[in-house]
């Protein structure tokens, strides 16, 4: 396998334009070569499927692998090289399969779309897979602004992807995303498309967005009820238990439900706070509260947490420390070293007996800190105190507010959201959603009248329940334009989720947002010429410079 890496999609890129030799995120170069060559795999697969879909065959099968293929190369979701080999060799069935069916049905198999590489690749050995990076990197595609492009389509489709497969776990399903996934990533093996029409995949990658967070948000609701207003306890208690990071709701239900009655406590880590919120998880005597801070404190905090801990999805921190012994993954997650908690079998919920086992042998977490936080403000709760927040909003208690949702991540420079939260005039309110609270959340910023001035909507995903609040609030203040309204967007991004959530934005018309604590890497100066003049976007400079610039524009 090669020595070589070229990887871009984070914000964490090395020197801010892309690890060459190890992933500042722990991938090392053969990881992230399998995670290409399974990317080019997948568009392969794609490009056939789309064939298919055109000639009025849908195979949904087909549609998972590629989107869990998808899912499992965002930043920090899976580490296992064996994972990746085997999904690679998967998708060799996968384009015999939809290649026999096209041929069936009579389908020119000659078609011009059908002859890149891609899609005609069959290897046979590792040797075979290894030997495909070179056509396989991001660097494969020369001009500048083309990759950069692609890749910005790519990362929008892999959240979308992650989305889509949290909503799939709940049996729901858009076919329309479906078709825009094979869609976007058929387009990617295209050298004849042009800067605009680029840009319009982009859009429309948009759009796509918000139906996922849409479709998820419905899931997500309707199964497990809306969110509450709700104080989550961040101290522990003298019993063994078991720690739950990720997105993934359906598999904390079901750990919930098994560990029921057994005497282990379920705590969450990270993105898994908001569950929380929700009623249906509310009834578990034993779901006692949320353990530390966002994913990047890891390796001190589950440390000291001393039981098991399940990752359902990212943000994993490659590590050393012997609590590795105690690491479980599912879903897309994976680790070596760390037990793989096995898909659920014909209806059945996955099989958590091993890691409620291993619980019962450890010690109870050391506390870390003490006291409640408070959350539950997605889109139901908070216009259910629509009449309020509109008083405050009339009658001048509320000036403005700021969405500074998104990813919270390790590099210093990220303090800026924490001096930007603690610097914020008292009649400002900050809405967010993802793990970018944690730079600000256990901060005693009080309230407006009984409104907390830290509205959280839940994870990164329910970025989708801010935008409903701004589009209510934009009918109920009968303004024609979203960017009237008093709410300036100061976001944080890290991984490719915040992608998709940024061009859903975009698609719904919000401008001038700011994205830091970095640009993207993979923006070429003109493309991101092309956002700053088409949309406004801006990254950040300092706490003191930036909150006068959005102030002045609350004044204008
Ligand atoms: Fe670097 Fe981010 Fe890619 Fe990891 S995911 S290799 S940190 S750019
Ligand atoms: Fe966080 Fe990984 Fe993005 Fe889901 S858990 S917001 S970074």
């Given at each position: ?55 009025g ?7 998972m ?33 939809i ?169 969450t ?53 012997p ?9 897309q ?30 010690e ?47 590099m ?7 001096d ?25 910023l ?16 329910d ?14 203040l ?33 401008k ?7 640009l993207?890497a ?20 300092t706490?003191e ?12």
């Amino acid at each position: 396998m090669t020595d070589a890496m070229f990887c871009f999609q984070c914000q964490e890129a090395a020197k801010g334009t892309g690890c060459t030799i190890k992933g500042v995120c722990g991938k090392d170069s053969e990881l992230a070569a399998l995670q290409d060559i399974l990317l080019y795999m997948v568009k392969g697969v794609a490009t056939l499927h789309l064939t298919a879909r055109q000639n009025g065959l849908i195979c949904e099968e087909a549609e998972m692998y590629i989107m869990n293929s998808l899912f499992a190369t965002i930043t920090n979701a899976n580490f296992n090289k064996t994972v990746f080999y085997n999904r690679i060799r998967e998708g060799l069935t996968w384009k015999t399969h939809i290649r026999q069916q096209l041929e069936e049905m009579g389908v020119d198999l000659n078609l011009s779309s059908l002859q890149h590489d891609a899609v005609t690749w069959y290897p046979r050995t590792d040797e075979d897979i290894a030997s495909k990076w070179i056509k396989a990197s991001v660097l494969a595609t020369e001009q500048e602004d083309i990759r950069s492009l692609k890749e910005l389509l790519t990362y929008g489709v892999k959240g979308m992807a992650a989305y889509a497969e949290h909503a799939a776990q709940l049996g729901y399903r858009d076919p329309e995303v479906h078709a825009f996934i094979d869609r976007a990533l058929a387009a990617t093996l295209e050298d004849q498309i042009a800067v605009d029409e680029w840009l319009s995949l982009i859009m429309t990658c948009g759009k796509y967005g918000v139906q996922v967070m849409s479709l998820l948000d419905q899931a997500n609701t309707s199964t497990f009820g809306h969110p509450e207003i709700t104080k989550v306890n961040i101290g522990v208690r003298q019993r063994p238990a078991i720690l739950v990071s990720g997105h993934d709701l359906k598999d904390l239900e079901e750990l919930l439900k098994q560990t029921e009655g057994t005497g282990i406590d379920v705590y969450t880590h990270s993105e898994m706070l908001p569950a929380h919120y929700y009623p249906a998880f509310k009834k578990y005597e034993h779901f006692v509260g949320n353990y530390g801070n966002a994913w990047w404190k890891q390796e001190t905090e589950l440390e000291m947490f001393n039981g098991p801990i399940l990752f359902t999805t990212n943000c994993i921190v490659p590590t050393k420390k012997p609590y590795v012994n105690r690491m479980y993954t599912t879903g897309q997650a994976g680790y070596p070293g760390a037990v793989h908690i096995e898909e659920r079998k014909a209806g059945e919920p996955k099989d958590f007996s091993m890691i409620i086992e291993h619980a019962r042998r450890c010690e109870p977490p050391v506390q870390i800190e003490e006291g409640e936080i408070v959350g539950g403000f997605a889109h139901h709760t908070v216009l259910g105190l629509a009449d309020q927040v509109l008083e405050a909003v009339q009658s001048g208690q509320i000036r403005k507010f700021f969405v500074m949702a998104g990813c919270d991540g390790r590099m210093k420079s990220r303090e800026y959201y924490s001096d930007f939260a603690e610097q914020l005039p008292e009649d400002t309110v900050i809405l967010t959603a993802g793990c970018a609270k944690y730079k600000y959340n256990k901060l005693p910023l009080g309230d407006i009248g009984g409104i907390p001035r830290i509205l959280d909507a839940g994870q990164c995903n329910d970025s989708y329940s801010l935008a409903v609040i701004a589009l209510k609030l934009k009918e109920a203040l009968g303004l024609e334009d979203i960017n009237e309204l008093p709410i300036s967007y100061n976001i944080a991004w890290y991984e490719q989720k915040a992608v998709i959530v940024l061009l859903a934005l975009l698609h719904l018309g919000v401008k001038d947002i700011h994205l830091g604590p970095t640009l993207p890497a993979f923006l070429s100066p003109n493309v991101a010429k092309v956002l700053v003049e088409q949309f406004g976007i801006a990254g950040i400079t300092t706490v003191e410079a930036d909150m006068a610039a959005f102030l002045s524009h609350a004044e204008q």
